[in-house]
């Protein structure tokens, strides 16, 4: 019989009993009492801590291990800070990376006793180390060790003891290794809301004038666009705040700054603030509103175009030739200024810019995420056998391949040589690892766990499962752009016919206006353009949205962009992800039914001690009982892994065995008495493994992902408001049905694949539904990108949250029912603010053309105009502002 260790002990996955197949390994004697746990320190607070499953994360294939989430959401957000500057962790060596940067290389030490391939280390049984190089474990005793300011490094081989010598920073440092390389500029790019837009090279588009991005998918974002925008909107700030300031404080009798200052200096210093920001700040906008002349395609910069261009032009002429301006134009013998209206809009737009361009930044970092699941390189091994690192875009077909334990697999392929678990939580959703013999498929990204193996690559490049899904979220992301508002679609029509009434307002009064005819004119055309500049009708959508999303974040609801905002209240198909979605995303003990006069005390007992080395998910989960209940674990010795049926070992004298039903039935230990229990347990998709104790069988204990217990009351209220919820999962069917059956639903589709469940959303896409996707994984990242609105846990993984508009911070479904609550009272909100906008335009600019001068005299001024088209401002923000009090 083989010898293994008590951690190569593996349970089958939760829709078996505790697994399956023959084959004994027995293990040296173990005892529990002389067990001692490793510890390791927090990079992020450096606590000392223990291996926790739940509290890890992975950065440059290196395990890092936490004391609580908080520390490994900040980890994850910006691995390099802690790893760059703060402690680097291996097993029993706490190292300071920052301080290895001022060693020198000669100083350091070299012990080398013997050159081996790869993973040739000694195999005494001392303490594990991390080989810094290709992050395997290896003993202390490895003949291939190096010295380095009184700290020991150990490596596999040689090779990889010459790679760390050669450069040491390199490796203990990972944040200063190659950065990826952007898109190059000669990729085919495409603007994200017109896809018919394609070109070679950078540019914007010339239907709408926003930045096109390229197609294929990038590991560096250019936010080059995105830092212009944010530079010109916080000079604008600064500068238009205070020309506000003195121009609305002139309204006021106390604070007349032109009274102060003298009229000449007042006007010129709203000159100066203005001007940088229309001709500078502003050029952009210019710039698309020419282009969508050129190419009769009006839209909102048509519209800003011709107001702030308008109000702009006439205020510098009243500035520099006060003279040559008719006496209609004036009130009180001056000439009125439009600077801080023309610099205001600019600032209001290039805010939405900004808004917008920092919502599509982030498909790009659920794709930069995406992208890190592959490894930089693989390590081939040759027809002599040999292993040779290699860069990954020197993977052939067919090449044999090593995956050492805890690196991603590199491509996809079938395993040839060796077993391991992989953790396919990336494809599945699943948080338990699936068991891979000869011949068992394998995909790039996922993580190989225990044992090395060799495999042969099958598909590499683009044609990966990982690549697949990289490149639908990346067409995802873009196939869901942005919907043109209101406020776009009517500056189609609304800037040609304000343009136009304004013409035939000027040559309505020359022709037949009273004398002077053509001052008159002038003042008309100009009234009309100026009453028709967009100041209300720029704030009626973005006030609202900042007020909205402002007011969801105070009940953990997180909105990204006006969008998603927009379309939740539309939404009537809502598909939810099972594990860690609709349940808590880990299994969890769930039952404990003794036999023969056992107490749960004793059956957990014996449980926990013989399963105390192992970390498999569902040991966790017996573990994490225990130590929640202080139970006493008794000490172990004989520990025996029967692979596929469970283990054995013997406590206090007493033969115990755990596992399934078929390692009882090798045993011949009688079940009958809890065979129907373990049958009700089953179909609720629990995983049950029975206990025994001297050939009597003591109980059972069932494990599963338990269901959130906010769960229930969200679905009954989604299905109450006229949702129609599906379940979307990688699961098998039998646990999906349970956790279906015990929340009320009856639409459920399992073993779904990513590609599967992107297919599903555009499916209802195409019947005319509007489909909102909720999700946590990496294997919903396509999904939650695709659908109308994707709504990701804030527990969950940060591909989930970078590839959806809304996150639930959490993790409490009732927060949809809350979402689109806001939505509902937001969109109301919006379309009064542009009732109020429009409404003024379609009553001033006709006054403003003089249609009511024939009949009672009225003329409407460029004065009054600005005044009232300040009124319908202040009216948009005060309703605006009623959404902070909205209930939810």
Same mark, same amino acid.
């Given at each position: 019989?083989?010898?293994?260790?008590?951690?190569?002990?593996?349970?089958?996955?939760?829709?078996?009993?505790?697994?399956?197949?023959?084959?004994?390994?027995?293990?040296?004697?173990?005892?529990?009492?002389?067990?001692?746990?490793?510890?390791?320190?927090?990079?992020?607070?450096?606590?000392?801590?223990?291996?926790?499953?739940?509290?890890?994360?992975?950065?440059?294939?290196?395990?890092?291990?936490?004391?609580?989430?908080?520390?490994?959401?900040?980890?994850?957000?910006?691995?390099?800070?802690?790893?760059?500057?703060?402690?680097?962790?291996?097993?029993?060596?706490? $190292?300071? @990376?920052?301080?290895?940067?001022?060693?020198?290389?000669?100083?350091?030490?070299?012990? &080398?006793?013997?050159?081996?391939?790869?993973?040739?280390?000694?195999?005494?049984?001392?303490?594990?180390?991390?080989?810094?190089?290709?992050?395997?474990?290896?003993?202390?005793?490895?003949?291939?060790?190096?010295?380095?300011?009184?700290?020991?490094?150990?490596?596999?081989?040689?090779?990889?003891?010459?790679?760390?010598?050669?450069?040491?920073?390199?490796?203990?440092?990972?944040?200063?290794?190659?950065?990826?390389?952007?898109?190059?500029?000669?990729?085919?790019?495409?603007?994200?809301?017109?896809?018919?837009?394609?070109?070679?090279?950078? /540019?914007?588009?010339?239907?709408?004038?926003?930045?096109?991005?390229?197609?294929?998918?990038?590991?560096?974002?250019?936010?080059?666009?995105?830092?212009?925008?944010?530079?010109?909107?916080?000079?604008?700030?600064?500068?238009?705040?205070?020309?506000?300031?003195?121009?609305?404080?002139?309204?006021?009798?106390?604070?007349?700054?032109?009274?102060?200052?003298?009229?000449?200096?007042?006007?010129?210093?709203?000159?100066?603030?203005?001007?940088?920001?229309?001709?500078?700040?502003?050029?952009?906008?210019?710039?698309?509103?020419?282009?969508?002349?050129?190419?009769?395609?009006?839209?909102?910069?048509?519209?800003?175009?011709?107001?702030?261009?308008?109000?702009?032009?006439?205020?510098?002429?009243?500035?520099?030739?006060?003279?040559?301006?008719?006496?209609?134009?004036?009130?009180?013998?001056?000439?009125?200024?439009?600077?801080?209206?023309?610099?205001?809009?600019?600032?209001?737009?290039?805010? /939405?810019?900004?808004?917008?361009?920092?919502?599509?930044?982030?498909?790009?970092?659920?794709?930069?995420?995406?992208?890190?699941?592959?490894?930089?390189?693989?390590?081939?091994?040759?027809?002599?056998?040999?292993?040779?690192?290699?860069?990954?875009?020197?993977?052939?077909? $067919?090449?044999?391949? $090593?995956?050492?334990?805890?690196?991603?697999?590199?491509?996809?392929?079938?395993?040839?040589?060796?077993?391991?678990?992989?953790?396919?939580?990336?494809?599945?959703?699943?948080?338990?690892?699936?068991?891979?013999?000869?011949?068992?498929?394998?995909?790039?990204?996922?993580?190989?766990?225990?044992?090395?193996?060799?495999?042969?690559?099958?598909?590499?490049?683009?044609? &990966?499962?990982?690549?697949?899904?990289?490149?639908?979220?990346?067409?995802?992301?873009?196939?869901?752009?942005?919907?043109?508002?209101?406020?776009?679609?009517?500056?189609?029509?609304?800037?040609?016919?304000?343009?136009?009434?304004?013409?035939?307002?000027?040559?309505?009064?020359?022709?037949? /206006?009273?004398?002077?005819?053509?001052?008159?004119?002038?003042?008309?055309?100009?009234?009309?353009?100026?009453?028709?500049?967009?100041? @209300?009708?720029?704030?009626?959508?973005?006030?609202?949205?900042?007020?909205?999303?402002?007011?969801?974040?105070?009940?953990?609801?997180?909105?990204?962009?006006?969008?998603?905002?927009?379309?939740?209240?539309?939404?009537?198909?809502?598909?939810?992800?099972?594990?860690?979605?609709?349940?808590?995303?880990?299994?969890?003990?769930?039952?404990?039914?003794?036999?023969?006069?056992?107490?749960?005390?004793?059956?957990?007992?014996?449980?926990?001690?013989?399963?105390?080395?192992?970390?498999?998910?569902?040991?966790?989960?017996?573990? &994490?009982?225990?130590?929640?209940?202080?139970?006493?674990?008794?000490?172990?010795?004989?520990?025996?892994?029967?692979?596929?049926?469970?283990?054995?070992?013997?406590?206090?004298?007493?033969?115990?065995?755990?596992?399934?039903?078929?390692?009882?039935?090798?045993?011949?230990?009688?079940?009958?008495?809890?065979?129907? $229990?373990?049958?009700?347990?089953?179909?609720?998709?629990?995983?049950?493994?029975?206990?025994?104790?001297?050939?009597?069988?003591?109980?059972?204990?069932?494990?599963?992902?338990?269901?959130?217990?906010?769960?229930?009351?969200?679905?009954?209220?989604?299905?109450?408001?006229?949702?129609?919820?599906?379940?979307? &999962?990688?699961?098998?069917?039998?646990?999906?049905?349970?956790?279906?059956?015990?929340?009320?639903?009856?639409?459920?589709?399992?073993?779904?694949?990513?590609?599967?469940?992107?297919?599903?959303?555009?499916?209802?896409?195409?019947?005319?539904?509007?489909?909102?996707?909720?999700?946590?994984?990496?294997?919903?990242?396509?999904?939650?990108?695709?659908?109308?609105?994707?709504?990701?846990?804030?527990?969950?993984?940060?591909?989930?949250?970078?590839?959806?508009?809304?996150?639930?911070?959490?993790?409490?479904?009732?927060?949809?029912?809350?979402?689109?609550?806001?939505?509902?009272?937001?969109?109301?909100?919006?379309?009064?603010?542009?009732?109020?906008?429009?409404?003024?335009?379609?009553?001033?600019?006709?006054?403003?053309?003089?249609?009511?001068?024939?009949?009672?005299?009225?003329?409407?001024?460029?004065?009054?105009?600005?005044?009232?088209?300040?009124?319908?401002?202040?009216?948009?923000?005060?309703?605006?502002?009623?959404?902070?009090?909205?209930?939810?």
């Amino acid at each position: 019989m083989n010898q293994t260790k008590p951690h190569d002990h593996q349970h089958a996955s939760a829709d078996e009993s505790c697994c399956s197949t023959a084959s004994f390994k027995v293990d040296t004697t173990v005892s529990a009492t002389t067990v001692t746990e490793k510890n390791y320190t927090d990079p992020v607070c450096g606590m000392q801590v223990t291996k926790n499953p739940d509290k890890t994360a992975r950065y440059q294939g290196i395990a890092y291990y936490f004391c609580s989430h908080s520390c490994v959401k900040k980890f994850q957000a910006a691995p390099y800070n802690f790893v760059k500057a703060k402690k680097l962790i291996t097993p029993k060596v706490v $190292r300071e @990376a920052a301080a290895a940067s001022d060693i020198p290389v000669s100083d350091a030490k070299i012990t &080398t006793k013997s050159v081996g391939s790869c993973c040739g280390g000694g195999s005494s049984g001392k303490g594990k180390q991390l080989d810094l190089v290709c992050g395997m474990q290896v003993d202390e005793s490895s003949p291939h060790q190096l010295d380095l300011d009184g700290q020991t490094y150990y490596f596999c081989c040689a090779g990889c003891l010459e790679k760390f010598r050669k450069n040491p920073q390199h490796w203990l440092n990972p944040a200063s290794r190659p950065a990826p390389t952007p898109a190059a500029k000669d990729a085919i790019y495409t603007c994200p809301m017109h896809l018919e837009i394609q070109q070679i090279g950078p /540019g914007t588009c010339p239907k709408c004038g926003m930045a096109l991005e390229p197609m294929e998918a990038s590991a560096e974002e250019d936010t080059s666009e995105l830092d212009d925008m944010t530079r010109r909107f916080k000079i604008s700030v600064a500068l238009s705040l205070p020309l506000l300031l003195i121009s609305m404080g002139d309204m006021l009798p106390d604070l007349r700054l032109h009274d102060r200052l003298g009229m000449t200096l007042f006007n010129w210093l709203q000159f100066a603030l203005a001007t940088p920001v229309v001709l500078w700040a502003g050029m952009p906008f210019f710039e698309r509103a020419l282009a969508s002349f050129k190419t009769h395609h009006l839209n909102m910069f048509s519209l800003i175009g011709v107001g702030t261009a308008t109000a702009y032009l006439f205020s510098l002429v009243a500035l520099l030739f006060p003279g040559s301006l008719p006496a209609a134009f004036l009130m009180d013998g001056m000439a009125p200024l439009y600077f801080e209206a023309a610099a205001v809009i600019i600032t209001l737009v290039l805010l /939405g810019q900004v808004l917008e361009l920092r919502a599509r930044s982030r498909t790009n970092a659920a794709l930069k995420s995406l992208l890190a699941l592959t490894p930089a390189t693989a390590i081939r091994i040759n027809a002599q056998g040999k292993d040779s690192e290699i860069t990954l875009d020197q993977v052939q077909l $067919r090449d044999v391949l $090593r995956v050492k334990p805890g690196a991603h697999i590199p491509v996809d392929g079938v395993i040839i040589d060796g077993h391991s678990n992989v953790d396919e939580s990336m494809i599945t959703g699943e948080a338990l690892p699936v068991s891979k013999q000869i011949d068992d498929h394998v995909s790039a990204g996922t993580i190989n766990q225990q044992s090395s193996f060799s495999m042969r690559a099958e598909r590499i490049g683009r044609d &990966t499962l990982l690549s697949k899904i990289i490149q639908l979220v990346n067409d995802a992301g873009r196939s869901r752009a942005q919907i043109q508002s209101l406020a776009d679609k009517v500056s189609g029509y609304f800037v040609p016919g304000v343009i136009a009434i304004a013409v035939l307002a000027f040559v309505v009064w020359a022709l037949v /206006g009273p004398t002077p005819t053509l001052a008159n004119a002038l003042m008309a055309g100009v009234s009309v353009l100026i009453i028709a500049c967009p100041c @209300a009708l720029g704030l009626a959508t973005p006030i609202s949205v900042t007020v909205g999303i402002g007011r969801g974040a105070t009940e953990g609801i997180l909105i990204k962009d006006a969008q998603a905002l927009e379309q939740l209240e539309k939404i009537d198909t809502l598909l939810i992800d099972k594990t860690g979605t609709l349940t808590e995303g880990k299994p969890a003990l769930q039952q404990i039914i003794c036999a023969h006069g056992y107490t749960e005390q004793q059956i957990i007992g014996f449980a926990s001690a013989i399963e105390k080395s192992s970390e498999h998910p569902l040991a966790r989960a017996i573990l &994490t009982y225990a130590e929640q209940h202080q139970v006493v674990s008794p000490p172990i010795t004989g520990f025996t892994s029967v692979t596929g049926k469970g283990v054995s070992a013997t406590s206090e004298g007493k033969t115990i065995l755990f596992g399934n039903q078929q390692l009882m039935q090798d045993h011949q230990i009688q079940t009958s008495e809890l065979d129907k $229990r373990c049958g009700e347990l089953q179909a609720l998709g629990h995983t049950v493994m029975f206990l025994a104790i001297d050939q009597q069988l003591a109980g059972l204990i069932s494990v599963a992902d338990s269901i959130k217990t906010t769960s229930l009351q969200a679905i009954q209220e989604l299905q109450s408001s006229g949702l129609r919820v599906i379940v979307l &999962t990688g699961d098998n069917a039998i646990t999906a049905k349970a956790v279906a059956i015990q929340l009320g639903l009856n639409e459920v589709h399992a073993g779904v694949l990513p590609a599967d469940k992107h297919r599903f959303v555009q499916q209802l896409q195409a019947q005319g539904r509007i489909v909102a996707m909720a999700g946590d994984g990496i294997n919903d990242a396509p999904a939650l990108a695709q659908a109308d609105v994707g709504i990701a846990m804030g527990n969950g993984t940060d591909i989930a949250m970078n590839s959806a508009q809304v996150i639930l911070v959490k993790g409490d479904l009732r927060g949809i029912v809350k979402a689109r609550l806001l939505s509902q009272n937001t969109m109301k909100n919006i379309r009064q603010n542009l009732f109020f906008a429009f409404a003024y335009n379609f009553i001033g600019v006709p006054v403003a053309a003089g249609v009511l001068y024939p009949w009672f005299g009225i003329v409407l001024s460029p004065m009054i105009g600005s005044a009232a088209m300040s009124l319908s401002s202040v009216s948009v923000i005060a309703n605006a502002l009623r959404l902070r009090h909205t209930k939810l």
